[in-house]
């Protein structure tokens, strides 16, 4: 069985434990063994680089240096602002890598450790890699009639020498995933938008905002689900969609990758934390067909 | 003894502010051969040169060593004067004082310290420096032009004008280039097809300019005053002398929706066809590619309603040599298509076009008949936003230069689409205008005062589509810069100017050189703008680098002018530092081995293969020969050369060990000191 | 082009090119950044981020003139434009020139705290506010608890109300948990920070510091 070193951070130990319960399961029924990493900190999300540059990279590098003695190479890093702080940590630490070694050393070491061997991974690389042998064979509900907005937000795509991503304006991944998994996807113009996520505490008005926007242009071109791989994107466009939405505008399911992925493997609603959404995802279930014949030839 | 004079120029204070040119001059003298030695503010001027020459004259000199400033700049001027006095030019030798030492130092003794060892280097190997004469190569007085827009056009019909005959290969069916998409032109507004098409058929048809078109240069050899070129006539798979540019074909073409290359994949073409009614030459040619015949074998409906057999499915690639002495690249640009900007709405949007696709928009004989109307539905837009420096001006996007026209065709295009369409809304999305040319600013003036376009200072962060039109950020950033989503029905990006995609490939076919972003290279960017380096090449147009039309037709018979001024000499004469095989007499011969190690490193092909034979003829030996025609004096050969039986003409082994010698024993302590 | 070996030293754009490897001099002004700018809208940015990095220019260009100068810092230093800043990153991936705008936003962020010269907006405070509850929380308990950070964060910020319809329904959900984890030990964390912040002290000097044009 394949294995992988798996870093859920604080917030799918929190609100996004929905998001957390999805990976996990798809995991599971992938044949693929997570390997949480043991003990690991926060990786100092926005708040550790807006104000001290040293805490960011430190909390990030003590993260990679516990995988590392874990024996770990690649890490899967669900949360977009973990995946982002952890990549933009490897990718410093391996532009200096004097710099790397001094850290590994005040970290505790031991001597041979190379903070630069650890790659994290984000869910969309993830499946992208799993499609042709094993998301795809194992897909046995076929994603009919489900129209979906990918929204990819920032901290996926952007900066592209950190995130890997080669056109960050026009990412095409999700849609990939997900029309090999029978769904139908939508062009629209916001999926790289932010969501303003940052702002959830401190200027509501903000989240509030970009949420109107993203949801305005997913809906006109006639999405039926938006699809994020971000547990604060999640918050933003599921918690607070009644919030921003008037009265009469139609709310949109927002589900993560990760759970329409295991919707196609097979596996029920409650096992991927469906249940827990703001916005009902219930008539969107009841469009998808029951579990059957594999969806892709691959 | 050699007697040597050795000349100090103070160069004004360019030298002397770093050099003491007195002592340095005082220093010359102690140095073994030298007869006479002066330094003086200006040698080359008039009375620094008479002092040159008086001084060979009356000093009896054998050699003289100008210590001054870069070979580049004055070595001729200097020669000159030298051979003015009875003396051999190449016994004149220069000695760089100024870019290599006055310039880089600020130490004033270190610096004349240093001025008189680069002197007395000089003054060692000009006492090795032999009399040399000038190569002469034959010439052959017929010209080159690749390529056949408007520059090809205007370098053709200048040398042919001159009385040369010229040999004009273009790719495309047809002459043109990019010149005849156009729709107006700026900064006058006279339609581009009815200024050019007149010097097309000119070139077409004229008595010493051979058309060959749909053709491509395959191989060039030889070099200036005797190339060989061979060149490649694509199979048009129509025969050229039978065919009378009827349209039966096209006509009968059932392959009626392919995107026409000339409309820029706006409008509609037949697999059999001229690229635009005006093509010269008006012969159609056949896209195999998308031939039904040529796919399955079951049309030939153009085959069977041609009147006079010209359709002939079976004619092949024919290759042609031509003999010429000189070469114009006039090869011109592409311009980037909008698939390199996701960005503007993934880079695939209909409603977003480029600045040419616009040109066919706006012209009469385009796929709209000249009214502006968006790709998409057909509609006339209401708001058209124009973005500048698409690709150009962004080095994140690989390219730090300014295509240079796309200012003054963008304030054209909103003219045109104001004129066109009066209650339409131009914007421009700008950094800057640039407008340097004759009545350029006060076109553009026009475009705002007139016209009324709107000009907004802002580079765009995305254009994506919502409602049916598209949404263009801006930012207006002489308002404080806050974001503003800009509604517009058509997004046209003036997209950068960039090199043809195989320009590189043409260059070294050529042996000429290119810069970063594949522009071809001039010697000099200002003095001598359109020779390479390679002589007997020049260049018009495009392909150096960004040009509007005016400029492209001044450098075209620029080009010409220097094509015909080398061919105005009888004879070609050529430096004389070129290699030199070493040769003796009987039983000797030579000391070449006939290795041919040279022949693998020399990179302008000058080494040829002699057969020493005795006066019977019988093979003595094959030794290695240097045409001195193609020979560049590089060098590499000697370095290669195992036998030491080559040297290269001004730079002998002995006249560099005399110099590193000299350099040596004067162990670079203080000259006083000696 | 890299231009950052040689702007004046004390300069807050000399921090900015040692941070992000670009100079502010790199910037032409074309504007794409605040185009593109979410949060550069009317009743957030009070500078766009093309105006900030146009102050950092003048910076360099007046810094022989102390008073000049600081006026100029105080002014990029104490604008609300960078704790506006969502991160997003759209202007740093967007611009032609290859400067790093979402880093320039973090050094401005990082300097204006060290110099005190902070914004004193309501909407700077309440993002600083944030920052600050989660740095502490971080640092203390390794981890985050939503739950702590919110009720941290309105005590501090004496915004006790905002949003206190959602606690309930996301308890409901089983999206809010009660009790934080267990602590996580950020020993190690914060001895490589102080070991980091001593080696780049000995490279550039105190924090103001710049390495030299040679």
Redesign the interface.
């Known amino acids: 069985m394949d294995t992988i070193g798996y870093f859920p951070g604080?917030?799918l130990?929190?609100?996004?434990?929905d998001y957390d319960r999805s990976v996990r399961a798809l995991a599971q029924q992938l044949s693929i063994v997570l390997r949480e990493i043991p003990?690991?900190?926060?990786c100092?999300?926005?708040?550790?680089?807006?104000?001290?540059?040293?805490?960011a990279?430190?909390?990030a590098?003590?993260t990679l240096a516990k995988a590392r003695r874990a024996g770990l190479d690649e890490v899967l890093v669900p949360c977009a602002m973990c995946f982002q702080r952890l990549a933009a940590a490897s990718q410093e630490l391996t532009e200096h890598r004097s710099?790397a070694g001094?850290?590994a050393?005040?970290?505790?070491g031991p001597a041979d450790l190379d903070l630069t061997r650890v790659k994290a991974v984000n869910p969309v690389e993830w499946l992208v890699r799993l499609l042709p042998g094993t998301l795809g064979t194992r897909a046995r509900r076929p994603l009919t009639g489900l129209r979906v907005a990918c929204y990819y937000?920032?901290?996926l795509?952007?900066?592209?020498k950190v995130t890997r991503v080669e056109?960050?304006?026009?990412p095409r991944q999700m849609e990939g995933i997900l029309k090999a998994l029978g769904a139908t996807t939508v062009?629209?113009?916001?999926a790289?938008?932010?969501c303003?996520?940052?702002?959830s505490?401190?200027?509501?008005s903000?989240v509030l905002r970009?949420g109107l926007r993203i949801w305005e242009?997913a809906v006109?071109a006639g999405a039926n689900v938006l699809c994020v791989a971000c547990p604060m994107c999640h918050a933003n466009l599921d918690?607070r969609q009644s919030e921003f939405l008037s009265e009469g505008q139609e709310a949109l399911p927002v589900l993560y990758l990760t759970q329409l992925a295991g919707l196609a493997a097979g596996l029920g609603p409650e096992q991927l934390g469906l249940g827990?959404?703001?916005v009902s995802v219930d008539r969107l279930l009841s469009t998808l067909g029951p579990v059957g014949r594999p969806v892709t030839d691959t | 003894m050699a007697r040597i004079g050795v000349f100090v120029c103070h160069c004004g204070e360019n030298i002397a502010r770093t050099v003491d040119c007195a002592g340095v001059a005082a220093a010359s003298l102690e140095m073994p051969g030298v007869a006479t030695a002066v330094d003086y503010r200006y040698l080359c001027s008039d009375p620094g040169q008479a002092l040159i020459r008086e001084a060979i004259v009356k000093v009896g000199l054998a050699g003289v060593v100008i210590a001054s400033c870069s070979p580049r700049m004055h070595e001729k001027t200097f020669r000159r004067a030298a051979e003015a006095a009875g003396l051999n030019p190449y016994l004149c030798e220069i000695a760089n004082l100024r870019e290599q030492c006055s310039w880089v130092h600020t130490d004033r003794d270190q610096a004349t310290r240093k001025a008189i060892e680069i002197v007395r280097a000089h003054v060692a190997r000009a006492r090795y420096n032999a009399p040399l004469v000038p190569v002469r190569v034959p010439l052959t007085r017929r010209a080159l032009v690749v390529g056949g827009g408007i520059a090809g056009i205007q370098a053709a019909l200048d040398i042919a004008e001159g009385g040369v005959e010229v040999v004009l290969v273009e790719r495309s069916p047809s002459l043109g280039g990019h010149m005849a998409q156009l729709s107006e032109t700026f900064p006058t507004l006279d339609c581009s097809q009815c200024i050019l098409t007149p010097r097309m058929v000119e070139a077409g048809t004229h008595g010493r300019i051979r058309l060959e078109a749909y053709s491509e240069v395959e191989k060039v050899e030889g070099y200036v005053g005797n190339f060989q070129v061979s060149i490649r006539r694509k199979a048009r798979y129509v025969d050229p002398n039978r065919c009378t540019g009827c349209g039966a074909c096209w006509q009968q073409c059932p392959m009626k929706k392919l995107k026409s290359v000339f409309d820029e994949g706006l409008g509609k073409r037949t697999a059999i066809g001229v690229p635009f009614p005006q093509a010269v030459p008006n012969k159609p040619v056949i896209d195999r590619e998308n031939c039904i015949q040529f796919k399955t074998k079951k049309c030939g409906r153009c085959q069977k309603a041609c009147p006079v057999g010209a359709i002939d499915f079976d004619q092949q690639d024919d290759l042609v040599t031509e003999q010429v002495g000189a070469i114009v690249a006039a090869t011109g640009f592409q311009v980037l298509g909008k698939e390199a900007f996701p960005l503007y709405a993934d880079g695939d949007h209909p409603d977003v076009i480029t600045g040419l696709q616009f040109e066919r928009l706006a012209s009469a004989s385009g796929p709209t008949g000249g009214e502006i109307r968006r790709p998409s539905d057909g509609e006339i837009p209401r708001t058209v936003v124009f973005i500048q420096c698409a690709g150009s001006r962004e080095p994140a996007l690989g390219r730090g230069y300014c295509s240079k026209i796309c200012c003054m065709y963008t304030a054209k295009h909103a003219m045109l689409y104001k004129h066109k369409y009066h209650p339409g809304r131009p914007i421009v999305l700008c950094m800057d205008v640039r407008t340097g040319g004759k009545g350029y600013d006060e076109f553009w003036r026009r475009a705002t005062e007139q016209d009324g376009v709107l000009y907004i200072r802002s580079r765009s962060a995305r254009v994506y589509p919502s409602g049916g039109r598209l949404v263009v950020q801006a930012a207006d950033t002489l308002l404080g810069g806050e974001r503003m989503e800009l509604e517009a029905d058509l997004v046209v990006l003036a997209t950068a100017m960039v090199p043809q995609p195989d320009a590189r490939a043409l260059a070294r076919k050529l042996g000429i050189g290119y810069d970063s972003d594949g522009w071809y290279s001039e010697v000099h960017p200002k003095l001598r703008p359109v020779e390479c380096a390679s002589a007997g090449i020049f260049l018009a147009g495009a392909c150096q680098g960004p040009k509007d039309i005016p400029e492209t037709v001044a450098q075209a018979s620029a080009a010409a002018s220097k094509v015909l001024g080398l061919f105005a000499a009888r004879e070609l004469l050529r430096e004389p530092l070129v290699s030199r095989v070493h040769r003796a007499p009987p039983p000797v011969h030579s000391i070449c081995g006939g290795c041919f190690a040279c022949e693998q490193v020399c990179p302008y092909r000058a080494i040829e293969r002699e057969e020493i034979r005795d006066r019977k003829g019988n093979l003595i030996k094959v030794v290695a020969r240097v045409n001195a025609g193609l020979c560049q004096g590089c060098g590499t050969c000697v370095a290669a050369c195992r036998a030491k039986a080559i040297d290269l003409e001004g730079f002998t082994d002995e006249q560099i060990v005399a110099a590193l010698g000299a350099l040596a024993e004067s162990n670079v302590e203080p000259a006083g000191a000696r | 082009m890299d231009h950052s070996g040689s702007l004046p030293t004390g300069t807050v754009s000399s921090l900015v090119a040692r941070a992000t490897g670009t100079s502010p001099l790199a910037c032409y002004q074309c504007g794409r950044c605040a185009a593109g700018c979410p949060q550069n809208v009317a009743g957030e940015m009070d500078l766009s981020p093309t105006q900030i990095l146009r102050l950092l220019q003048l910076e360099i260009a007046f810094a022989t003139d102390p008073s000049q100068a600081a006026s100029l810092q105080r002014r990029a230093l104490g604008a609300d434009t960078p704790w506006l800043c969502a991160g997003c990153q759209a202007c740093s991936s967007r611009c032609p020139q290859g400067v790093d705008v979402a880093g320039v936003m973090d050094v401005l962020r990082q300097e204006s705290l060290r110099r005190g010269l902070y914004s004193g907006s309501p909407q700077a405070r309440s993002a600083m506010a944030l920052h600050k509850t989660f740095m502490e929380g971080v640092l203390r308990r390794g981890r985050i608890h939503e739950l702590t950070l919110v009720a941290l964060y309105k005590l501090r910020t004496m915004n006790l109300f905002e949003d206190a319809l959602l606690g309930p329904a996301m308890f409901l959900k089983g999206k809010l948990h009660l009790l934080p984890p267990a602590g996580h030990d950020t020993t190690a964390v914060r001895r490589a920070v102080e070991s980091l912040k001593r080696r780049r002290e000995e490279w550039h000097g105190p924090a103001a510091g710049e390495k030299g044009s040679g």
């Open positions: 604080c917030s130990q929190g609100s996004a434990f003990d690991w900190v926060c100092g999300a926005s708040s550790a680089h807006a104000v001290d540059r040293e805490v990279l430190c909390l590098a003590d710099l001094e850290i050393g005040a970290l505790g937000g920032c901290l795509v952007r900066p592209p056109e960050p304006e026009a062009r629209w113009g916001r790289t938008e932010c303003g996520a940052s702002f505490l401190s200027r509501k903000v970009q242009l006109e918690m827990d959404h703001f």
